[in-house]
């Protein structure tokens, strides 16, 4: 009778130690098994997380770019998204006589700046400043320095006031004009032109007629103006913001000037 008690006893003590093994084992299996699941969960959702906000991203990003070149010309606009969206930089060009003022922080160099400085490196911008009539701009080697430049949008300032101390009349001008639109054109079929008039003079009499002409032409044949004019000042005190000679502004004109141009490129 003893023997057989040591023997149930024995068996027991097996049969406990091989179920207990086995729960064990299920156990340790069940935890690592939910552990994997945990982690492959969270794996998964910080990839769900992250995929939406860089797209999030990356749309506000384009949202505020259609935003700030929203007064562009709407062939601009979707020329500049479209170079955008493959990597490529769109090239403004800046042309025009000394008014310009590109060696003497002038409205060039400053709206050249904000641009940089807004758009970054989606754009380059140059500055093609001469001191030459509208005829002799189209017939000469500046026109030919713009154009090799490619650009995608050109700022024109067409020589008016210098064409007036050369006795170079609005038809001719105007002519010159559409000479350089259409090799524009062929050069860069995407491409924009916008004029622009040279700054006002105090006392002046004919000059208005040649701008108010000028402003005619540019709706005639469908080219954006920009009539910054209208933020300078139309009283005696027009000569504050000229060097005495007017023919460039001074420091109080280039900023008006340049104040105008900033806030139509860079809506904000």
């Known amino acids: 009778m003893k023997q057989l008690l040591l023997t149930v006893l024995a068996i027991s003590c097996v049969a406990f130690l091989f179920l207990g093994n086995m729960y064990?084992?299920?156990?340790?299996t069940l935890v690592a098994s939910e552990e994997k699941t945990a982690e492959t969960v969270e794996d998964?959702?910080?990839e769900e997380t992250t995929?939406?906000?860089k797209e999030e991203s990356e749309e506000e990003g384009r949202e505020g770019i259609d935003s700030l070149i929203s007064n562009w010309p709407e062939e601009a606009q979707v020329h500049f998204k479209?170079?955008?969206e493959n990597g490529e930089t769109y090239?403004?060009?800046i042309v025009g006589s000394p008014a310009l003022g590109e060696t003497e922080n002038g409205w060039a160099p400053q709206l050249k700046e904000k641009i940089l400085s807004e758009l970054d490196n989606q754009v380059e911008v140059e500055i093609f400043q001469s001191g030459v009539t509208s005829i002799e701009f189209i017939n000469g080697e500046e026109a030919d320095k713009v154009l090799a430049y490619e650009p995608d949008l050109v700022l024109?300032?067409?020589?008016?006031?210098?064409?007036?101390?050369?006795?170079?009349?609005?038809v001719q001008n105007h002519e010159s004009i559409l000479m350089f639109l259409r090799i524009l054109k062929e050069t860069n079929e995407d491409s924009v032109l916008l004029l622009q008039p040279p700054h006002p003079l105090e006392g002046a009499t004919y000059y208005p007629q040649q701008i108010?002409?000028?402003e005619e032409f540019a709706e005639e044949e469908s080219i954006s103006y920009l009539d910054h004019w209208t933020s300078w000042p139309d009283d005696e005190t027009l000569?504050?913001?000229l060097i005495e000679s007017q023919d460039t502004p001074n420091e109080k004109g280039h900023d008006i000037w340049a104040e105008y141009l900033m806030d139509y490129f860079i809506n904000q």
Request: charged residues 25%; negative net charge; aromatic residues 8%.
């Open 212 to 214: 108010e002409a000028l």
């Open 156 to 170: 024109l300032e067409p020589f008016s006031l210098t064409d007036n101390s050369n006795q170079v009349g609005s």
């Open 82 to 84: 479209d170079l955008m």
């Open 91 to 93: 090239k403004i060009a």
């Open 51 to 53: 995929e939406p906000q």
């Open 44 to 46: 998964t959702s910080t």
């Open 24 to 28: 064990w084992k299920e156990r340790t």
């Open 239 to 241: 000569g504050d913001y």
